[in-house]
């Protein structure tokens, strides 16, 4: 590699180290807090890479991508490991197979976003200039809340999660321009430890660590002020924008498809008369007295049948929606044929309680490698390869219309299904368009008892508190739980793997956030910034080339 050998002897212990740390920064064990010091090992590296005099820039872009890579493949294979399991048990690959298509495929993705996000200003950037720090954090937040990946997330997500009170912020700049809090951490510790580097830069260090300490303190103070307002507003909601949202959880088994039904977790088969049972079971907890509307809530891939091309489990739902005078919002898949054959879609339909069907989503998000093959028409070989090996894949048309449920002038409710709710986009123009209220219909027993369902609440998390809207996560398999328009919890946790039925009256209706409203405006301030950034650290490079010229 042209190292020194005593820089290739640590290499090997700092990509263990970030590796590791990212994937700890991963929803589901608890430790998203190391994702403030989970990169500090990898700028380390990279820093003394591009410092070399003995690496060629050809040789520094090279290593620096690879150790990139190599650090993402670990945190991968840890933080996203439901992706192995899916893999494995679904996919019917052999571990090893797995295993690599967790650590090389989508640890590339996020290897060449962090190599993008960290190497990309040292390329550019002659170390030593003061403007440099303020130039790379807000390159970060950039790169980070505008790159495209396969999976929807961001490391302001991962890491402010475990923070109730400055996470509140995400309804002014997103989950993503959290970033800064994450990115400006790591890189100041990483400076502040290697001040043999940094003399010249110690005054700039200073403003910035004091700045990021006041604009921490100051989110946290906007979030307590927001969590007390949306607490009391709630208090004062009128009950014509309430509505009583009851979720099945009915945990059918995938054992069928699964290559050892042993890691399916359940055993309970689907049918549409436990649906209706389940169901009886939950409206005995409704609040006769309170007179408010009902709904219903069946997640994904319980429910048996094409909904419209199965005319006789169709009849028998609308019956029974009308006899109960309930709504019913359900998820299931259809199909038109066009000029090269069937085109499939995953679809949300909303049943209202007079037995009439009030509309269908189409869902806009689909899974890789899971409903769609990326890049299939750019590689067409590759993607028929994949066809064949991968089992237990379809492919869907993508939905364009964010669908709005009007059951009465006052309840516009909005259904996405699964992975829509890892995009920013679904959910904010669903609700632009008047939901008051988002459902999620999921199932993730595709993943197993792995951390899926933790990241899945995570981003239900995250996607109301930016769009200020209570969100239904309804998992055929767990964890379903209901989330306020703060983030919270507003009902108890349905275990995962287990059946379960969760009632609860809502309150219908979105808060206002700057966010949903103006994200355009967030993203192209955030370009502003690192631009006007990139001025002065170029000025002050041709101010230090006139000095020494």
Known sequence: MNLSKKQNIK????????????????????????????????????????????????KKLFLSLLFCWLSAGIGSSIGAYWITHSAHVFGHLPWFGAVSVTFIGYGLEVGLLLWIALAGPLVILRHGLQWGMPLRILWFVVVDSNAPRLIDWNFGGLTLNGFPWVEQAADLVGSSGLSLFMISTNLLIAAWFAPEHNKSNIPMLKSLSICTGMLFLAAAGYGMIKQDSLRKFSNTEKSSQQIWIGSVQPNFSLQDLASNPDLAHSERRQNLDSLFKDSEALLRSYPQESGLPKLIVWPESVYPDPFFKKDLSRKRVLQWAEKHQTSILLASIDWEMGKTGPRFFGISVMVGPNGKIIGRYNKIFLIPFGET??????????????????????????????????????????????????????????????????????NLAWFGKTTATHSMEAFVRWRAIENRVPILFASNNGSSVLIGPNGQPLSPYLGLFKTGLMGETVSIGSHYSFYREHSEIVRITFILLMLVSGWFAIRQRRKQKDDSG
């Not at 409710?413 to 679904?426: G, L, R, Y």
């Open 373 to 442: 093959l990326p890049f299939s028409e750019w590689f067409p070989e590759i993607a028929e390869w994949l066809r064949k090996e991968i089992r237990n894949m379809s492919e869907f048309e993508k939905g364009t219309e964010y669908t709005v449920f009007q059951l009465n002038p006052e309840l516009q409710v909005s259904a996405s299904i699964c992975f829509d709710i890892f995009s920013t986009e679904i959910v904010r123009n669903m609700t632009r368009n008047g939901a008051g209220f988002v459902a999620n219909l999921s």
């Open 11 to 58: 290499v090997w212990w700092v990509i263990p180290s970030s590796g590791i740390l990212i994937g700890l920064n991963a929803p589901g064990f608890g430790t998203e807090w190391v994702g403030f010091i989970s990169l500090i090992p990898l700028v380390w590296l990279l820093e003394k890479t591009f410092l070399n005099p003995n690496l060629s820039q050809k």
